[in-house]
């Protein structure tokens, strides 16, 4: 059962840990693209953080399409983990 606020809290956290950007948490947005244009993370980062999510919260990315639907920002990645574990 996770509060979606801080639920947000910690992915910001672990994108900045597990990536080591040299930025606050609280400087991504909710919907801040993290690829591209937005805080413009490489395909490195995303294997990075698909083991993260693995690890800390049970969530397996099965495919590059899921990559591409949960790895868009803050908030897919939230909506996600809560639909993987029940509140």
Same mark, same amino acid.
């Given at each position: 059962? $996770?509060?979606?606020?801080?639920? &947000?809290?910690?992915? %910001? ?10 930025? @606050?948490?609280?400087?991504?947005? /909710?919907?801040?693209? +993290? ?5 413009? +993370?490489? =395909? *490195?980062?995303? +294997?990075?953080?698909? *083991?993260?999510? /693995? !690890?800390?919260?049970?969530? &397996?990315? &099965? /495919?590059?399409?899921?990559? %591409?639907?949960?790895? !868009?920002? *803050? ?6 983990? @809560? =639909? $993987? !574990?029940?509140?």
């Amino acid at each position: 059962m $996770h509060d979606t606020n801080e639920l &947000k809290r910690q992915v %910001r956290q672990m994108l900045v840990e597990n990536l080591m950007l040299q930025i @606050q948490p609280e400087e991504i947005t /909710d919907e801040l693209p +993290l690829f591209g244009e937005g805080l413009g +993370l490489d =395909s *490195v980062d995303a +294997l990075q953080i698909v *083991v993260a999510l /693995d !690890k800390s919260y049970g969530l &397996k990315i &099965k /495919d590059a399409e899921m990559a %591409r639907a949960v790895l !868009k920002n *803050v908030v897919t990645i939230v909506a996600a983990i @809560q =639909s $993987h !574990k029940p509140s």
